[in-house]
């Protein structure tokens, strides 16, 4: 009796997160820009907000709790008509944060592991005795190129062109630009083979 209880219990989830899934003919794919495809945001996200200003190309699956935001706010008045672009084919894992202020482009064919942060805007400490949180160093934009993959944990920071081809190790944190078929880890990541 225990086994069937468990079965039905799984298969109900199961269908709950199909059901739950954001794809592109339900009512919350209309609120982006544009939802490609054969496209999905699994459920549940963490957070999703100012969709108008992101366009998710064909193909993509993005993982459960995860955070898609442009913006500091839901509604907010936005600086251009697309803020965030997740190109075709693109893989991003469960518990990914990507928070557009300015501009990232995320190209074809990227994969993401688990919990890779994305940004491009980030937080300043010039002036004395205000918090950190309350300044804000200028946007700068975040483009990640074509067939890449960052590991688990990876952080990119704003201002970074990662080229195409790149692999970039779990847990490194992105600092500067990194060339075309490079290997890179570390904090701060550096180029450690060069194709």
Known sequence: MGALIADLANGLNDW?????A???KSRRARRFGSFGDGSMICFPPQSIY??????IGAGVAIGPRCAITVGMAPGQQLIAPT???IGDRSLIGRGC?????????????VFFGPNVYVTDQNHANDVVGMPVGA???????VVIGARSW?????VVTPG???GEEVMVGANSVVTRDLPDRCVAGGVPAKVIKQN
């Open 22 to 24: 954001i794809g592109p």
């Open 50 to 55: 100012n969709e108008h200003a992101i366009s």
């Open 97 to 109: 944060s990507i928070a557009a202020h300015f501009s990232i482009v995320i190209g074809d064919d």
């Open 150 to 154: 960052l590991g688990t944990g990876v």
């Open 83 to 85: 803020m965030l672009t």
């Open 135 to 141: 300044q804000s160093q200028p946007e700068r934009p």
């Open 16 to 20: 709950v997160f199909r059901q739950a």
């Open 160 to 162: 970074v062109t990662i």
